[in-house]
């Protein structure tokens, strides 16, 4: 079997994965509502992106709020376990309350490299440094305005409202599909 149909073949237990965390979300601290959060990172090497086992496409590299843990703490422990990469914590750059498919609420930080350096893992199986100029075209369309607002110099945090409806599966399966079908 080619490596490319052993690709698209992982896209049936990747894709019921994912729906299942859709139908069934997990709640953290009890809110009622999945929260994660989530860092631009930068260093001279550019901006750091990572793509999941899940879900092949670039995005911003983050995960959970353990119990009894401050989101700083989570995003510093999230980022070096998925990228190895030790981080600083700038500034918050916004809350993005997320409707629809997989809805959840997304803090994102801006955040700068101290340490560490980039590395693939188990559930991320590619960690790469991009040049803010020349971003790759499969970054998927719910990390594009964090980024674009973490690029920006604002004095406070935005606070935004997206709803995932069809169109960002839609355009979340085409970048995965060509993801893989290029390898």
């Known amino acids: 079997m080619s490596g490319r149909t052993r690709r698209l073949l992982g896209l049936v237990p990747a894709y019921a994965h994912v729906a299942f965390e859709a139908l069934a979300p997990r709640t953290l601290g009890g809110a009622g509502r999945a929260c994660v959060v989530q860092a631009v990172v930068r260093s001279d090497a550019g901006i750091l992106l990572c793509t999941r ?3 092949r496409g670039w995005e911003l590299p983050g995960g959970a709020v353990r119990s009894g843990e401050s989101d700083e703490d989570a995003l510093a422990r999230e ?4 990228t190895g990469v030790e981080i600083a914590i700038d500034r918050l750059v916004g809350v993005y309350e997320r409707t629809g498919f997989r809805g959840h609420e997304a803090r994102v930080f801006a955040c700068r490299a101290v340490g560490g350096a980039a590395r693939a893992c188990r559930e991320m199986p590619d960690v790469r440094w991009f040049d803010a100029a020349h971003l790759p075209s499969t970054i998927f369309p719910w990390f594009r305005g964090p ?3 973490a690029l920006v110099a604002r004095v406070a945090p935005v606070h935004r409202r997206e709803h995932q409806g069809l169109g960002a ?8 599909l060509a993801t893989r079908w290029r390898g």
Do not use: P
């Open 53 to 55: 086992r899940e879900l």
């Open 79 to 82: 980022v070096r376990e998925e």
């Open 169 to 176: 599966i839609l355009a979340g399966a085409r970048i995965d």
């Open 147 to 149: 980024l674009e607002d």
